[in-house]
């Protein structure tokens, strides 16, 4: 079984400054799937940035991007150039590739950008 | 385009009431869940279905049935609803053949039991 470990619960960044989740994983399997996933005060599941484990090139979508370390099995979130909207809980997630592919969610990691 | 939609969105129960949530999708994903959220402890999988007529059991399914009798419905049910079900349910879908299996989310429902 996988398990996925947030160990920072809140944090708080400066708008337009940066921050860093981090994530850690922990499976047998050597191909799968990483997610970082946004949770407003909406409550919606928003797919932030995906990873495939055997691309070495670290994914990036716009301000998001990751830092995989398939070796040390972490995979943390970079949000550049904060803004207001990105309060929210992050989640990571591990995504299997056995028939099911469902996800392992680690505990979340609250964030809080300040004006 | 609906996407993921469950129903309700809101409930409160008594304890030892029953109850069915219901997610639809119209997606044409094979691959549906059920997740519960609860504080600290992220989004847990309660029951899943790889398929029309298949439910397999998750990592806390105790207290919960599940059926899948259409591809696009799944449907989660609570015989008899204890506190420590209050929670809120997330319903997930995923295609089965894609190069990535990104799960895409209901709105959530918010259940009190009391």
């Known amino acids: 079984a996988q398990t996925v470990t947030q160990s920072q619960p809140e944090m708080s960044v400066q708008e337009a400054e940066t921050v860093t989740l981090s994530c850690t994983y922990d499976t047998s399997e050597n191909n799968y799937y990483l997610f970082w996933y946004k949770q407003p005060p909406s409550r919606q599941m928003i797919l932030v940035i995906r990873q495939e484990a055997y691309k070495q090139q670290n994914a990036t979508e716009n301000r998001f991007s990751v830092n995989f370390q398939k070796a040390a099995k972490s995979f943390s979130l970079k949000i550049s150039d904060s803004q207001l909207g990105d309060t929210a809980m992050y989640f990571c997630?591990?995504?299997?590739?056995?028939?099911?592919?469902?996800?392992?969610f680690g505990g979340g990691t609250r964030l809080m950008v300040k004006p | 385009n609906a996407g993921v939609t469950q129903t309700p969105k809101f409930r409160v129960l008594k304890t030892g009431q029953s109850m069915t949530l219901l997610c639809a999708q119209d997606?044409?994903?094979?691959?549906m869940y059920w997740y519960r959220q609860d504080p600290g402890m992220g989004l847990r999988l309660i029951h899943y279905s790889v398929g029309e007529g298949t439910t397999a059991k998750g990592e806390v399914p105790d207290g919960y049935n599940v059926s899948r009798l259409k591809k696009q419905n799944f449907l989660l049910g609570l015989e008899s609803a204890a506190p420590s079900q209050t929670s809120v349910y997330f319903c997930?879908?995923?295609?089965?053949?894609?190069?990535?299996?990104?799960?895409?989310f209901g709105q959530g429902t918010r259940l009190t039991v009391v």
């Open positions: 997630a591990f995504g299997s590739n056995n028939a099911g592919n469902m996800l392992t």
């Open positions: 997606m044409n994903h094979e691959y």
């Open positions: 997930a879908t995923a295609a089965q053949y894609r190069d990535i299996r990104e799960a895409f």
